[in-house]
């Protein structure tokens, strides 16, 4: 008989320790919130667009009605449509620790069902959710007991300033490509990235090279010994952010790092309807061509994103901050009932 899983006692007492620093880092997140004056939300889950982003992921299901009339629905990837319905609402300051579900996603740092915490502030710039990001990275490595985020033999100190990078500093630093000259020139950028040990297919968009480059040469630097917020998104990989005031070939968006992982993505919300649901449109447009599948967009969504204030907002994984933050190896070992991914049969 196979004793293995995580509800084997062996099992789950190697992995209680670091349970329990995920249940008082979020206590002690909470706290931070309610102390900056947000309200905490609990966004449904079960929604009629899981999001539009090409190349994440949804589970679809079926509603059945009393009479026996079917219409489909999807888990929703993370709470942001119904957070920003509720910015449009009239809230200022909402959090959510919102369980959120993507296919296809498995591995150290990826779960199927994960948990999202997400935050909005209106009339806030970007400065200031990236302000929050630090705060909270702080009071997680305070509340685990290590002080230090760490990660498979790297450490980062969130005490520190944190490094900021643009993403064409970051291509030159890290992969000696010039970004900025190839965000219009696929072939030159596709070259580029042969040339710096990057394979790519020969039928490669743009978005899988710059995405390729990202994560083989430029994420396993970022966040060593300091966070790291990883800033300035080409246009074209920040379909719900505002286009730079200074330069609309780039976005207000940033992603924040430590030891090499991701935590964060936030950005100063785009709340022009027509551009963001042509974006919307132009992201399935892709999913189609690519995946054989569509998302519906939500038009309620649309209609609140053209009264919503102004706003800035983050969505952070919570399980993978808690990971770094107790020292845990993998995600999993802060999932208190980790999903059992099945595997086909050896054949």
């Not at 090409?54 to 059945?64: D, G, P």
């Not at 702080?138 to 643009?166: F, M, N, Y």
């Not at 519906?296 to 994984?317: H, K, N, R, T």
């Amino acid at each position: 008989m196979d004793v293995s899983g995580w509800w084997n006692p062996e099992v789950h007492a190697r992995r209680r320790g670091h349970l329990l620093a995920r249940g008082r880092v979020k206590t002690a997140l909470r706290r931070w919130f309610d102390g900056e004056g947000f309200v905490e939300t609990e966004c449904g889950a079960l929604v009629v667009s899981p999001g539009n982003e090409a190349h994440l992921h949804a589970f679809e299901t079926q509603f059945v009605a009393e009479n026996g009339q079917t219409r489909s629905f999807y888990l929703h990837t993370s709470p942001e449509f119904a957070m920003k319905k509720l910015l449009a609402a009239g809230e200022p300051r909402i959090f959510d620790f919102a369980r959120a579900y993507r296919n296809r996603e498995t591995g150290d740092r990826h779960a199927p069902e994960f948990t999202m915490l997400e935050w909005y502030r209106a009339g806030a710039e970007m400065a200031d959710v990236m302000g929050d990001c630090v705060s909270l990275a702080r009071i997680a490595a305070e509340a685990a007991g290590k002080g230090q985020l760490v990660w498979k033999g790297h450490s980062c100190d969130p005490g520190l300033e944190p490094e900021t990078l643009t993403l064409v500093d970051a291509f030159e630093r890290y992969a000696r490509i010039d970004l900025a000259r190839h965000l219009e020139d696929i072939e030159g950028f596709h070259a580029a990235a042969l040339a710096a040990g990057v394979g790519i297919s020969a039928g490669a968009s743009w978005t899988d090279i710059f995405s390729a480059v990202l994560v083989t040469k430029i994420e396993p630097h970022l966040g060593m010994e300091r966070l790291t917020f990883l800033c300035r998104y080409p246009i074209s990989e920040a379909a719900l952010s505002r286009p730079a005031p200074d330069d609309p070939r780039f976005a207000e968006r940033f992603e924040m790092y430590a030891c090499g992982v991701e935590l964060a993505n936030g950005y100063r919300e785009l709340t022009d309807a027509v551009l963001l649901e042509a974006r919307q449109r132009a992201e399935m447009h892709i999913k189609e061509a690519v995946y054989g599948e569509r998302y519906p967009l939500d038009p309620d969504f649309i209609d609140a994103v053209a009264v919503m204030p102004e706003a800035s907002g983050v969505a952070l994984g919570f399980d993978r901050l808690a990971m770094l933050a107790s020292g845990a190896p993998s995600i999993s070992d802060v999932l208190w009932t980790p999903p059992v991914i099945l595997e086909e049969p050896a054949s």
